[in-house]
């Protein structure tokens, strides 16, 4: 069965450090992979996205994620945390290109960020 | 300039009482997706809705829950007698056109729904 499996439930940071969140997929064919944070009251907000091409993906507020499929990864990088970035981020599977309600979620991490 | 709007943002039930928890999409979106977060599990899809009409309802229990997106007002998705087992936040999201993977989707901050 598709699963994503987000290995780290809380992470605390440094503000300046830098930042690796890991995401891990079960699936058998390339899958449509993204990256959603929610910030403390907000909706959940779309980071970065893959499809195809390039497996290194560049997203907002500073963050890239690598797409790497002989380890069935999709781990979210920054090189510099800022304090702002203290949220829930979540990584998400799409199965197909022609349906976005079917997306398989991980659990989330859930990161904080020391002064 | 709103984004996704879900009240209320808590919601506290007895079991056996009805919960309603509404949805206001993004201007121009006339597409609103629900999504459960359960304690522990990630979040499933539920039911998708355009206005007047459900979609795609093939994650929604069988029993209890209903859904609707009328001409007018915001989306409500509907638990009656509620229980325990219904305690979750619960996460709307809408977006502008049909819902291939290329949709971007927006989200609301969620309401979380106690059942005691």
């Known amino acids: 069965a598709q699963s994503v499996t987000q290995p780290d439930i809380h992470i605390t940071v440094s503000e300046g450090a830098s930042l690796e969140l890991r995401c891990n997929y079960s699936y058998g064919a390339t899958p449509y992979l993204f990256w959603y944070v929610q910030s403390p009251g907000q909706g959940l907000q779309l980071l970065l996205k893959y499809f195809s091409g390039d497996t290194l993906v560049q997203g907002i507020k500073g963050f890239e994620a690598e797409f790497k499929r002989s380890q069935s990864s999709f781990n979210l990088r920054k090189p510099s945390v800022h304090w702002s970035d203290a949220a829930e981020y979540f990584c998400a599977v799409g199965l197909n290109a022609g349906n976005n309600r079917k997306l398989i979620w991980g659990l989330g991490t859930s990161l904080a960020v020391n002064p | 300039n709103a984004g996704v709007m879900q009240n209320p943002r808590h919601l506290v039930r007895r079991r056996g009482q009805e919960a309603r928890l509404r949805c206001s999409p993004m201007k121009g979106h006339s597409h609103v997706y629900w999504y459960r977060q359960l304690p522990e599990e990630g979040l499933k899809f539920m039911v998708y809705l355009q206005k007047e009409n459900i979609i795609d309802e093939s994650g929604m229990p069988k029993e209890r829950f209903s859904a609707e997106f009328p001409k007018e007002g915001p989306s409500i998705l509907r638990i009656q007698q509620v229980v325990r087992g219904d305690s979750a936040a619960y996460f709307c999201?809408?977006?502008?056109?049909?819902?291939?993977?290329?949709?971007?989707?927006?989200f609301g901050s969620g309401t979380q729904l106690s059942v005691l």
């Open positions: 999201a809408s977006s502008r056109g049909g819902s291939t993977t290329n949709e971007k989707l927006f």
